[in-house]
């Protein structure tokens, strides 16, 4: 893998304190883990890395601070929360319901959910890789991890 184009740190941040569901804060790790294991991160200027990602919310913006391994500033941009807000709403509704069929429903309703569920997360995620293509090119895979992460700061 190149280690030029990736991140390999991560800190999430934000206006407040967490509230989370017990498998939010799963979903979290396993992003978290994911992501580091591998991810296709790369500044559209060139800039070579690796990375270390400070990623936060604060009045209604995603903040992307991003810094090189030894923690000097790189780049710093932020998007518009609002372009996520209604995929989050629905996506969050969908996990809900998700989490809670697990507990008791028939294995088809879960498969139904969660592929609702998976659809509304890749069309997140597509939306951050557009909204992040003046910044930095991401791949799939990167975006799906980092949309998870986005989901989670928006519970704060």
Known sequence: METRRRIIDIKLGGDAEPSERAEFSQDRRIAIFDLLEENTFAPVDGTLGPFVLHLGA?????????????????????????????????????????????????????EAIDMGRRGLHNE??????????????????????????ICVLNLR
């Open 58 to 110: 604060a009045e209604n913006r995603l903040l992307f601070d991003v810094r090189s391994e030894d923690g000097a500033p790189l780049k710093n941009f932020t998007l518009p929360g609002s372009v996520f807000r209604s995929v989050i709403r629905d996506y969050f509704l969908v996990c809900e319901s998700y989490y809670d069929a697990v507990k008791s429903a028939s294995p088809a309703k879960i």
């Open 124 to 149: 997140g995620a597509e939306i951050l890789r557009d909204r992040l293509a003046g910044h930095v090119e991401i791949d799939t895979k990167t975006a799906r991890l980092l949309f998870t992460l």
